[in-house]
């Protein structure tokens, strides 16, 4: 007979059930096997249709905080408190559509005076631009933002920049021009990226008139598809933006730029600026105000500080590879690379990298399917050399942060089609045109040599470094001084 004065908690429970007469039996008749390729992380296609089904009937509710109403009888104080309370219960709204609804929204913008700068653009512009990533703009998009414009003030007007839009091809443009229009969305595609290098080609060739330089040709595009270039694009403005009593008074259009932080909204007011030839007294980085350009004599650019709308999404990995969630901050890598290999064909995926990636069944054969989130990045990881430290393994998390900025970057590309296409037949010609596939192996290459380059000149640096230590070390001990 033994004593016991202590028990853990297994035991404990162990012995309360024989105390209770409790008997417990296992059962083996329920086996089901476990599927090594469904990615825990990411919802099912019936998943996915349910949430997408919610977030319909949901939508109304997606808002943004609105400037109370005030005339000029009102004071600073009294404007400032009611500017706070319906922030405040704005944010409540949100919070009870997450918690009691249980649908996941993106991260948004929580500092009240972020969005007092979104009001002062919006009172102030005769045209709100928002600009939207080509390859998700309805993500980006915020309808409500529109319906406000429109509460402030019936006059104004309100239209969609596509930017970046040189990564869709032509029937893809032309698929969402469909749309836009037959939603009545005002819309025009726009690249800041091909707008810089326009300004850098027209450079290069004032000091170099004898050159010859390859530019990308529109001719025989549909209007509808067209990609603007800047002066275009402000001539464009200029057209369609309305008249008020302020721009009667003083003959000068204002237009607000909004959007969010990652979608080219600085690239798009730099590359105007840059076509105008107008000088910028800014400091480049996140603008903390809005602030106002002089474009010309007849149109003053607003630029809006960069916000995060309240958006849905269905899992966090759609927010990583959104460019929503910061990929540095990333501990689980699984989600987002799972997305990018259920959305880009294996052998695009090879051929971009230039890497053989092996699939197998449960029983360690071959076979010919489209790879798990952990078979490429371990292929990735390996053509890369990128192993762990401790065990010499393959270190998928370094591989995963590479190529989800690869993919937010647009180096991989996929396009999210209009509501009711299919994503396969969307993007089939992406994957399938060689012109396309070469031109994005190129992109990638040019960018991998530029790490290696910058790796080896760090390295260097720090070889350098190391024998400048050690030469002083080594002159401190005899005494002697260092040159």
Request: negative net charge.
């Amino acid at each position: 007979m033994k004593s016991i004065t202590h028990e853990n908690d297994l035991e404990q429970f162990l012995t309360t059930a024989t105390l209770a007469g409790l008997d417990f039996a296992a059962e083996r008749l329920h086996v089901s096997v476990v599927d090594n390729t469904k990615n825990p992380f990411l919802l099912t296609e019936e998943e996915m249709e349910e949430t997408k089904e919610q977030f319909r009937a949901h939508q109304d509710l997606l808002t943004i905080p609105k400037r109370p109403q005030w005339d000029t009888t009102t004071t600073p104080e009294q404007l400032q408190m009611r500017e706070q309370h319906s922030f405040l219960e704005w944010r409540r709204g949100l919070v009870d559509l997450e918690e009691r609804k249980g649908l996941l929204m993106t991260p948004y913008e929580r500092n009240l005076e972020i969005w007092r700068q979104l009001w002062r653009v919006i009172e102030r512009s005769e045209l709100v631009v928002q600009i939207v990533d080509a390859r998700n703009p309805l993500f980006f998009r915020c309808p409500d933002l529109e319906s406000y414009v429109k509460q402030v003030s019936p006059e104004k007007e309100n239209v969609l920049l596509v930017n970046k839009a040189d990564l869709l091809t032509t029937q893809q443009r032309m698929l969402w021009a469909d749309f836009f229009t037959q939603n009545g969305i005002q819309y025009i595609f726009f690249s800041a990226a091909m707008a810089k290098q326009t300004l850098e080609d027209e450079e290069f060739l004032e000091s170099n008139p004898d050159a010859q330089i390859e530019r990308i040709s529109q001719e025989g595009i549909p209007e509808k598809a067209r990609i603007l270039d800047a002066l275009e694009l402000l001539q464009f403005l200029q057209d369609i933006c309305p008249s008020s009593e302020r721009s009667r008074s003083t003959g000068k259009n204002t237009i607000g730029f909004v959007g969010y932080p990652n979608v080219g909204k600085s690239s798009t007011m730099n590359a105007l600026v840059g076509a105008k030839k107008v000088a910028v007294g800014s400091t480049p980085g996140k603008t903390k105000h809005f602030q106002t350009i002089h474009i010309s004599d007849t149109m003053i650019l607003c630029d809006c500080p960069g916000l995060v709308f309240p958006s849905f999404a269905t899992t966090k990995a759609e927010m990583v590879v959104n460019g929503v969630l910061p990929i540095d901050e990333l501990r689980e890598v699984q989600g987002p690379s799972g997305l990018v290999v259920q959305r880009i064909p294996k052998h695009y995926l090879e051929a971009i990298y230039g890497i053989s990636i092996k699939t197998r069944n449960v029983e360690g054969e071959l076979v010919s399917r489209q790879p798990t989130a952990s078979e490429f990045l371990q292929a990735y990881a390996i053509a890369r050399g990128y192993t762990k430290s401790s065990q010499g393994n393959p270190d998928e998390s370094r591989a995963a942060r590479y190529i989800l900025k690869d993919y937010v970057n647009g180096k991989l590309l996929y396009v999210e089609p209009p509501p009711e296409l299919d994503p396969t037949e969307f993007n089939r010609e992406l994957y399938e045109n060689e012109d396309l596939l070469s031109r994005s192996i190129k992109k990638v290459n040019l960018d991998l040599l530029k790490e290696k380059q910058r790796t080896e000149t760090v390295e260097t640096d720090t070889v350098l470094k190391l024998i400048v230590e050690a030469s002083a070390f080594k002159c401190q001990a005899s005494g002697q001084g260092v040159l």
